[in-house]
């Protein structure tokens, strides 16, 4: 749609009092001027059309639900995967430095009319890196539930094009739609286009998709956030740092952690017998996922046996078996 496109589009939802429509034609509009380069028209669009949201909220929206989601359609249907998240932040067990990181993005999403207000931005772009099992993914899930923004997961199957030139035009597909659906866009398993661009399997091709990846990350300055994750930060190309906001590192879980993880997912079991300097010791080097599993497994031991009690015994032995299965 051209710029006069939209200016009529504008003024015909004006004219029926559709301010929803109006509204999200005006994001079409400021999207479109931040891709032809005016960066400052776009900006300044975005601003207005925060105020007005903003307005509209303080009449009778605020706290009303979350940001609309609207499903990929056409081709861009079998490149991203939507939905709504219930989890939260508290849901987590977090090391205290972590949940310090995450809930500054939190913090600076709820008050980004305060810092634009200063000439600031609030961090958007964030590159999660650790492990897998470490809670990256949980983390993305639980960022869309704090902020009731929809999260959007890109398919990598469809991503990945197999004739010259596929991956990098629906990469621009996935990024158009970040400027024009304000959401959390969820990149895991990264490496798969942001490998180093002079390695050793280096083909033409990666080149291109990733220098596009680095182009529409670098010209995005929308309202989404867009979260890369990855098991394998060395296979990554060092101009991406540059390009986030943030890079978060995940670990493996240490004793505190380890603990409160299988504490909270046992919370309606009887755990008073449980010793559990000799439970965390054993699961020492374990992930959080596989915690979380080896609770799970306590727990339908439990149940299937009619106990409200779980014992050291019974989660040494789902702990050991998570650490034969990860082997």
């Known amino acids: 749609m051209t710029t006069s496109q939209h200016i009529v589009a504008l003024l015909q939802s004006h004219i029926a009092g559709d ?32 105020s007005a949201k903003g307005k509209r909220q303080t009449v009778g929206r605020r706290g009303v639900g979350p940001v609309p ?22 849901s987590m067990v977090l090391s205290n430095d972590l949940a310090e990181r995450l809930g500054r993005v939190v913090k600076e999403q709820r008050q980004r009319e305060r810092l634009r207000g200063r000439g600031l931005h609030p961090r958007r772009k964030l590159l999660l890196v650790g492990p897998p099992g470490s809670g990256k993914t949980m983390t993305a899930e639980a960022l869309a539930g704090e902020l009731k923004l929809p999260l959007f997961t890109v398919l990598y199957d469809g991503l990945i094009g197999k004739m010259m030139g596929e991956t990098a035009a629906r990469l ?15 990149f895991d398993e990264f490496d798969a286009i942001g490998s180093q661009r002079a390695g050793p399997n280096d083909v033409g091709e990666i080149r291109r998709v990733l220098n596009s990846f680095l182009t529409f990350l670098e010209q995005d300055d929308g309202l989404s956030l867009v979260i890369a994750a990855t098991n394998h930060p060395k296979l990554l190309d060092r101009a991406l740092g540059r390009r986030f906001d943030d890079v978060i590192p995940y670990s493996i879980p240490e004793a505190g952690v380890a603990r409160g993880i299988l504490e909270a997912r046992l ?41 409200e009690r779980i014992s050291s015994n019974a989660l040494l032995a789902a702990v050991a078996e998570r650490r034969t299965a990860a082997l």
């Open 19 to 50: 301010e929803d429509r109006f509204l999200s034609i005006a994001t079409q509009l400021a999207a479109h001027e931040a891709r032809r380069g005016h960066g400052k028209l776009a900006q300044e669009l975005r601003d207005l059309i925060d």
């Open 69 to 90: 989601l609207v499903q990929p359609k056409g081709e861009l249907a079998g490149i991203l995967a939507a939905r709504y998240s219930d989890l939260r932040l508290s």
């Open 172 to 186: 621009r597909l996935i990024f158009d739609a970040i400027a024009l659906q304000r959401g959390v866009y969820f």
């Open 267 to 307: 919370v309606t079991f009887d755990l008073t017998s449980v010793n559990w300097d000799e439970v965390v010791a054993a699961t020492k080097g374990l992930s959080q996922a596989e915690l979380a599993r080896a609770a799970d497994e306590a727990a339908k031991g439990a149940v299937l046996s009619d106990r």
